[in-house]
């Protein structure tokens, strides 16, 4: 099979293109023709050797966690899943695998896709859409009726961010630049500030601000909270929590407990996937550097056949 790989640390090019065996599915695992994969910006970290310590990998590493797919075989104790089922998911980082025809993975780790939904939509969804739901509800603690700020709206994690935060009765204040203003309202936004003119900081009385960016940007956002106030950070580990507001970071570990209900909100028309760009396979190298920017619209997505 094809696949994207690297033999050694470093920025996207070093990303080679060739074929890789692939072994047999295990008891518990299915074997899933990749269709359509989708690039996070761990993806990025990963392959420059930023995160040796959380997700040490082995070379050569084919990388890529978010697919969609169709299962062609799966092991011996799979009863959920038989070849031919359409589905979507995530692998470990460690593992990766996601860039290419095929790959290997636990049957735990994958969902059925349903029929309204493209392998494009589906590949999009399991780390920006989990990532979104466990930050705003279950490290953030987000209710009905509360303000939230969203930083980054217009990224895959962001995105996804708006729409629960608004499906879920909260008010939402969301920064973007300027071309993306529009957008991120369309999505749900209550306020979008455009960071690059105006200064969030003014904000008050906020009950939870996500951030995406860190630095600065989270250094500006403890100021903008009520008393009691929380920040879930998906980018600072070492944040604390001070005497009068809550500062906790947000590890996703584990796509599956939010694929059924990505797949429920998608079917009662709730979720929109906004797309940035699709490349081919062969063009990996480039789906990464666009996410390297810093400055995707929504998700980038490889799709395996040209
Ligand atoms: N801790 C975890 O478990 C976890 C899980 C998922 C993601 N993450 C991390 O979370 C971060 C965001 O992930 P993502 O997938 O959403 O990234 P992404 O899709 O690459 O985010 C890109 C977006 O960030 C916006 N942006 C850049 N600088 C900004 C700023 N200063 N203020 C506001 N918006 C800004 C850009 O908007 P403009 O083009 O309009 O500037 C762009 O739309 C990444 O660092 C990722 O590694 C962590």
Redesign the pocket.
Same mark, same amino acid.
Request: proline share 3%.
């Given at each position: 099979m094809k696949a994207a790989f690297i033999g050694a640390f470093g920025a996207p090019d070093v990303i080679t293109l060739g074929e890789r065996d692939l072994r047999a599915p295990g008891a518990a695992e299915v074997s899933v023709r990749v269709e359509t994969a989708s690039v996070?910006? $761990?993806d990025v970290?990963i392959l420059a050797g930023y995160l040796q310590q959380v997700f040490p990998i082995e070379f050569p590493y084919v990388p890529g966690t978010d697919f969609s797919g169709v299962i062609d075989a799966v092991g011996a104790e799979v009863t959920q899943f038989k070849p031919g089922d359409r589905v979507f998911g995530r692998t470990s980082p460690n593992a990766g695998g996601a860039f290419a025809q095929r790959l290997v993975v636990s049957a735990e780790d994958v969902c059925l896709m349903p029929s309204a939904m493209s392998a494009e939509q589906a590949a999009a969804l399991p780390? /920006?859409f989990g990532?979104a739901q466990q930050a705003l509800f279950d490290v953030g603690r987000l209710q009905r009726g509360q303000r939230v700020l969203i930083? /980054? /709206? /217009? !990224? !895959? +994690? !962001?995105s996804m961010a708006v729409q629960l935060a608004h499906h879920a009765g909260a008010h939402v204040v969301a920064? *973007?630049?300027g071309?993306?203003v529009d957008l991120v309202k369309s999505l749900g936004a209550d306020e979008v500030i455009d960071?690059r003119q105006q200064d969030f900081a003014a904000l008050r009385d906020i009950d939870l601000v996500l951030d995406?960016?860190g630095q600065d940007?989270l250094a500006r956002s403890w100021g903008v909270l009520r008393a009691g106030g929380r920040i879930a950070t $998906? +980018?600072d580990f070492s944040i604390r929590s001070t005497a009068t507001h809550v500062g906790e970071? +947000?590890?996703?570990a584990s796509a599956t407990p939010f694929l059924a209900q990505a797949v429920q909100m998608f079917q009662q028309g709730q979720l929109q996937v906004i797309t940035d760009a699709i490349f081919p396979l062969d063009e990996a190298r480039s789906a990464l550097e666009k +996410?390297a920017t !810093?400055? *995707?619209?929504g998700?980038v997505l490889i799709r395996m056949s040209p």
């Open positions: 996070n910006p $761990l970290k780390t /920006a990532t930083h /980054a /709206a /217009a !990224g !895959g +994690v !962001g920064t *973007a630049s071309k993306n960071y995406t960016v940007t $998906l +980018v970071s +947000v590890f996703f +996410v !810093g400055h *995707a619209r998700k």
